[in-house]
């Protein structure tokens, strides 16, 4: 099970790339386009910003295709931390970590890395082969487990080491400062050194 987790992991992280992409290329879906149609002449007949959807026809098309895209960008998040139950359980015991810190800063520049490849491909089919060659690097590294959309649910990411020194990256919604008193009892296992803490998720 923690393969396919880890796999809407990676789906989710590129994901966003994704959505910089088709606004930075302007790609829209054709089929929303009669039902912003519709939803905009209603608009029209009940005198509902008239002047406004004229002036920005065109513009609001386009944002509605990728609010389309960030609506399915959230669902496959929604689906990952649904999929988080069906882990095999874990904890860590009270006063068995020797060190917690923030790992947030240390993925954002890689991540944001993404962004910046999304910019610079010319077309989809550049976009696919890229973001595969990424998919398949990630999917082996830790750095896949770090997904921005965990954060619109509460999910912050830290690095922890326990007693025997090992450093597992730990997935929570705890806010995490000290290891006084810090214990883990609804762990679920992504991977050895990757856990995810389901108390209140």
Request: charged share 15%; aromatic share 18%; glycine share 2%.
């Given at each position: 099970?923690?393969?396919?987790?880890?796999?809407?992991?990676?789906?989710?992280?590129?994901s966003?790339?994704?959505?910089?992409?088709?606004?930075?290329?302007?790609?829209?879906?054709?089929?929303?386009?009669?039902?912003?149609?519709?939803?905009?002449?209603?608009?029209i007949?009940?005198?509902?910003?008239?002047?406004?959807?004229?002036?920005?026809?065109?513009?609001?098309?386009?944002?509605?295709?990728?609010?389309?895209?960030?609506?399915?960008?959230?669902?496959?998040?929604?689906?990952?931390?649904?999929?988080?139950?069906?882990?095999?359980s874990?904890?860590?015991?009270?006063?068995?970590?020797?060190?917690?810190?923030?790992?947030n800063?240390?993925?954002?520049?890689?991540?944001l890395?993404?962004?910046?490849?999304?910019?610079s491909?010319t077309?989809?089919?550049?976009?696919?082969?890229?973001?595969?060659?990424?998919?398949?690097?990630?999917?082996f590294?830790?750095?896949?487990?770090?997904?921005?959309?965990?954060f619109?649910?509460?999910?912050?990411?830290?690095?922890?080491?326990?007693?025997n020194?090992?450093?597992?990256?730990?997935?929570?919604?705890?806010?995490?400062?000290?290891?006084?008193?810090?214990?883990f009892?609804?762990?679920?296992?992504?991977?050895?050194?990757t856990?995810?803490?389901t108390?209140?998720?």
């Amino acid at each position: 099970m923690s393969y396919i987790f880890r796999f809407f992991l990676v789906i989710n992280s590129l994901s966003l790339s994704f959505l910089v992409f088709t606004i930075n290329k302007e790609i829209t879906l054709e089929w929303i386009k009669p039902v912003f149609y519709n939803i905009t002449t209603l608009a029209i007949k009940n005198n509902i910003l008239i002047e406004f959807i004229g002036d920005n026809f065109f513009k609001l098309l386009n944002l509605s295709s990728y609010i389309f895209y960030l609506i399915c960008i959230v669902i496959l998040s929604i689906i990952s931390i649904y999929l988080i139950r069906f882990l095999s359980s874990d904890s860590i015991e009270e006063d068995t970590l020797t060190n917690i810190e923030p790992a947030n800063d240390a993925f954002l520049p890689s991540y944001l890395g993404y962004f910046f490849v999304a910019l610079s491909v010319t077309d989809i089919e550049m976009f696919s082969v890229v973001f595969l060659i990424i998919a398949v690097f990630i999917y082996f590294s830790r750095i896949s487990y770090f997904n921005p959309m965990l954060f619109i649910f509460g999910f912050k990411f830290f690095y922890v080491i326990n007693s025997n020194n090992v450093k597992v990256l730990l997935i929570t919604k705890k806010e995490l400062k000290t290891t006084e008193s810090a214990r883990f009892d609804h762990l679920k296992r992504i991977t050895n050194y990757t856990f995810i803490d389901t108390e209140g998720a």
